[in-house]
């Protein structure tokens, strides 16, 4: 009798998995967490939490993959608003040290949020051709509000990594929502602008005939249009242009998101190579965090290297985030005047975003 009693209880428990009623995130979690229940490892190797924020979309889910790959990563919570139960469950049966967590939908926001190291956020709506980054501001403003209020409730002191557009306008929301929370730490701020540096580094490797990985070029001010300044004059390792190239690779860089959004004709931007640069960017967050010495990305985060409130630039990242910020470096003449447009149009989108938090 007992023993039968089991079995059903047992054959009732898968089939509750392979046939879950509607309010699935539940069921899931709770026939994981019975199954977890019987396992003799519980899972969680030393490491960092991390929590991707929009884990369902275009980004989000080879961002979650990539991440569940992350040896520094311990435990993943990956939170959206849809589509999070299937992502989770499939992303979880990687034999990757990282234990996943799905959270749906705002009332599984706090639990997604709590005890985290590092929240990475691509949540939000991507561009159609002939959109600019800046016509996503109307949705993504409230998308990023939102989960900055519940970082700041849940995990004041985890690193944040805004990828969401207009990303100029984003970070100085998040910033603004922070300080109205009394938890702003600007050096744990930082919008992604890795994509930059990464298609920076293959354009230039393709005019060079060169190895991507051999050329590091510094891109600065902020990511849209002409507020991306590729720093051609400081690649390492240190090349001359000509008028030519420079004029070729300073366009190509700075509409690569765009050349993406009219190749994929309406059905999203970058998915991918965003990423893995956002991997490339959480990982030097992370290895920061560790203690790692020498570790320098570009970043656009409050500064004061221009008069502008945020800048992107150079930065070396260490156990509080943001350790240093690196002057611009010596400009030619092209940049300097390619840095006085990109002034002009970040100083309007950073206004922007502060007086919409602000309201
Ligand atoms: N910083 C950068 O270099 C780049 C930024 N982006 C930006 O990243 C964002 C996401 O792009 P995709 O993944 O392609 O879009 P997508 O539409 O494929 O995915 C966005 C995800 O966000 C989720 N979402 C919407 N509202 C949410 C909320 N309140 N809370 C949590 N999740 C929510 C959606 O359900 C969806 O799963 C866009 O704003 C895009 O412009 C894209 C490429 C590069
Ligand atoms: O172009 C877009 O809308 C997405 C993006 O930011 C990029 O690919 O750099």
Redesign the pocket.
């Known amino acids: 009798m007992k023993q039968n009693g089991e079995t059903n209880q047992r054959i009732a428990r898968i089939a509750a998995h392979l046939n879950p009623p509607p309010n699935i995130t539940h069921q899931i979690m709770e026939s994981s967490s019975l199954r977890r229940e019987n396992c003799r490892a519980k899972g969680g190797s030393p490491g960092f939490k991390v929590a991707i924020?929009?884990?369902?979309?275009?980004?989000?889910q080879p961002l979650s993959l990539l991440m569940k790959m992350n040896p520094l990563v311990s435990v993943l919570h990956l939170?959206?608003?849809?589509?999070t139960p299937g992502v989770t469950s499939d992303i979880s049966h990687m034999d990757t040290s990282a234990v996943v967590r799905g959270f749906l939908g705002?009332p599984q926001?706090e639990d997604a949020l709590t005890g985290m190291d590092l929240v990475i956020i691509?949540?939000?709506?991507?561009?159609k051709p002939g959109m600019t980054?800046d016509d996503?501001f109307n949705i993504?403003a409230g998308?990023v509000k939102?989960?900055s209020q519940g970082i700041a409730k849940c995990c004041p002191k985890a690193i944040v990594n805004?990828?969401?557009?207009p990303?100029n306008s984003t970070v100085p929301i998040a910033a603004e929502i922070f300080k109205k929370a009394g938890t702003y730490d600007p050096s744990r701020l930082l919008?992604?602008?890795?994509?930059?540096v990464v298609r920076a580094n293959t354009f230039v490797a393709e005019v060079l005939g060169l190895d991507p990985k051999e050329v590091n070029v510094p891109v600065v001010g902020g990511?849209a249009g002409v507020t991306i300044l590729p720093l051609l004059s400081q690649i390492k390792p240190p090349i001359n242009f000509t008028p030519k190239e420079t004029e070729y690779l300073t366009s190509r860089i700075q509409n690569g998101?765009t050349e993406v959004v009219e190749a994929k004709a309406g059905t999203?931007?970058?998915?991918l190579s965003?990423a893995y640069?956002a991997v490339k960017f959480a990982d030097a967050c992370l290895r920061g965090l560790r203690g790692d010495a020498g570790v320098i990305e570009c970043a656009f985060i409050s500064s004061q290297v221009t008069e502008l409130p945020f800048f992107a630039s150079r930065v070396r990242l260490g156990r509080n985030g943001i350790e240093e910020i690196y002057p611009l470096g010596p400009l030619n003449e092209y940049e300097r005047a390619g840095l006085e447009m990109a002034k002009k149009e970040l100083a309007g989108s950073i206004e922007k975003g502060v007086s919409f938090a602000r309201k």
Do not use: E, F, K
């Open positions: 924020l929009g884990a369902a979309g275009g980004i989000g939170y959206d608003v849809v589509n705002q926001l691509p949540a939000g709506v991507p561009r980054r996503l993504n998308i939102t989960l805004v990828i969401s557009n990303v919008g992604v602008t890795m994509l930059d990511h998101g999203g931007s970058a998915t965003m640069a």
